[in-house]
């Protein structure tokens, strides 16, 4: 629906994002995750055709939007930024007000304000204004804004930074059910892991504006020392062992999936192995597989195991684990 190609964009003559390709399928849900300064959020503006990119071209259902937009397409797009602004006046208000600019009649408006309120619990907040109002529940009531417009292409930039569990879980779900019953493209980022395998779609990971070419978990920036071959390189209070020609400043990641999970040590070739504890651990979103989340000596790391092979350590948060994997393993880019 929505596509970047060749983009290269600049602030103040710097590079921010860089890759050749990011779409937005229509009616996908897509996670972008990265570490804060990555690009996220400049990727939503371009996304929702508030900004050009410096380099490259944004093409709309394959055809190239131009410099100025038109209007009615720039309504096909919302963007619900990480901090909203509110407009003046009250809670229901700020829900009716792009429903009435764009024409809707009263029955209309109160039918379609009727069920995000309803989805995201909104109805206690009707009659309040913008000071009276927490952080998190600024979000909701933005979001609920968003979803009111029913737009082709929703974009999302940290939209349950300032919630609760409970309140994130209720955002979550009042997406689903929006895209349930009707069909249109999301785009959130977020740096919460186990919210994006829980409800998206496609992950994508973004480290200092480049895609990564692996999945988004274990991305670290490292200074790589001169020399070719093997090289160890600090990570907090680890050591890990990579082999690269590359030195200087760089971006490495360790596949989930090539990390081997025990409970204690075992006799192999990998040249990283690191003891620590479970923290946390994310069933993906269509049940396969058990995203392990363990702290080593200070860095987290996560591992990609079976559902079986969870049960089977007996896996646990606070249990200790052992993860393992081999200095081949470790991507440079």
């Known amino acids: 629906m929505v596509e970047l190609r060749a983009v290269r964009h600049r602030y103040a003559g710097r590079v921010v994002l860089d890759f050749d390709q990011f779409a937005l399928p229509q009616a996908a849900a897509v996670a972008v995750v990265g ?37 009615s397409l720039r ?3 919302t963007l619900v930024e990480q ?7 009250t809670v229901r208000d700020n829900l009716v007000y792009g429903l ?3 024409g809707f009649g009263r029955s209309a408006v109160n039918g379609i304000i009727g069920d995000v309120v309803d989805r995201l619990g909104l109805g206690p907040l009707l009659g309040r204004r913008r000071h009276e109002l927490s952080e998190g529940e600024i979000q909701r009531v933005a979001v609920a804004r968003a979803l009111a417009l029913r737009t082709d292409v929703l974009l999302l930039d940290e939209p349950a930074s300032s919630a609760d569990t409970a309140a994130a879980g209720a955002l979550y779900r009042a997406l689903a059910a929006e895209r349930a019953a009707r069909p249109f493209a999301v785009c959130i980022v977020s740096h919460q892991l186990e919210d994006a395998y829980r409800w998206a779609d496609d992950i994508r990971a ?3 504006g480049r ?17 070719d071959g093997v090289k160890t390189v600090r990570i907090g209070s680890i050591e890990i062992v990579v082999m690269t020609e590359r030195t200087g400043p760089a971006v490495v990641a360790i596949p989930p999936t090539d990390i081997f999970v025990s409970r204690e040590r075992l006799a192999s070739s990998a040249r990283n192995v690191f003891k620590g504890r479970v923290v946390g651990l994310a069933i993906e979103r269509h049940g396969a597989g058990v995203h392990v989340r363990a702290e080593m000596g200070g860095v987290e790391l ?11 350590l007996a896996l646990a ?16 880019f």
């Open 35 to 71: 570490h804060n300064g990555s690009g996220k959020s400049t990727l939503l503006r371009l996304l929702a055709l508030l900004e050009r990119p410096t380099e490259g071209s944004v093409l709309w259902n394959g055809t190239v939007v131009p410099r100025r937009p038109a209007a």
């Open 206 to 208: 973004l480290a200092d």
């Open 211 to 227: 895609l990564s070419p692996v999945t988004p978990e274990n991305l670290f920036r490292v200074e790589l020392p001169a020399g």
């Open 317 to 332: 948060p606070g249990g200790s684990v052992v993860f393992s994997f081999k200095a081949t393993a470790v991507r440079v």
């Open 83 to 89: 901090r909203p602004v509110l407009l003046r006046g």
């Open 100 to 102: 009435e600019i764009r």
């Open 75 to 77: 309504r096909r797009v």
């Open 302 to 312: 996560v591992a990609a195991v079976t559902a079986e092979a969870a049960r089977d």
